[in-house]
């Protein structure tokens, strides 16, 4: 019995450093600190996500040089790609005006140094003096980086009108 109790722990013993050499399970592996609390983390995206609309809503593009990545690259609605600056230079023009944009149904899922953030957007405004009406499926992808969570893509889906009921 003292022999298959020894064998047990043996055992045991062997598994946890064979779990600890594990890059999946370790989480100093990548060189940052471990988050202290994964439910902070996944707060910081979702306040993140609200930033984002606010920033759109006041036509904010400093907000953009400070989260979006560099190399950050996107899809509007109707299907153009943009790049940071091209996003910037969207939400800085003079001829959208948003009265509302708000972002909810904001769900994030994180992956180590990765984050995928989902979300609807419900906006109304004018374009050119037209006023508008929409709804969109939102997706950003986050990187965290020693400066923080950075958007690195996003993909923005616009819904059919009565798909979902505006706020």
Request: overall charge negative; proline content about 5%.
């Amino acid at each position: 019995m003292s022999r298959f109790a020894a064998l047990l722990a043996f055992a045991l013993v062997l598994s946890w450093c064979v779990y600890a050499q594990n890059p999946y399970h370790d989480p100093y592996a990548n060189g940052y600190d471990a988050p202290v609390n994964p439910e902070m983390e996944r707060e910081e995206l979702v306040n993140m996500e609200g930033e984002t609309a606010r920033a759109f809503l006041l036509n904010n593009g400093t907000f953009f040089h400070r989260v979006y990545s560099d190399d950050f690259l996107g899809t509007l609605s109707h299907g153009q790609p943009v790049d940071r600056a091209a996003l910037i230079a969207v939400v800085q023009s003079s001829d959208v005006k948003y009265q509302v944009f708000i972002a909810n149904d904001i769900k994030v899922r994180i992956y180590q140094d990765l984050a995928v953030a989902t979300c609807l957007w419900t906006t109304r405004g004018t374009f050119r003096g037209q006023r508008f009406n929409s709804q969109l499926r939102v997706t950003h992808v986050y990187v965290n980086t020693p400066r923080g969570w950075h958007v690195i893509s996003a993909q923005h889906t616009a819904l059919p009108p009565n798909v979902e009921q505006p706020l």
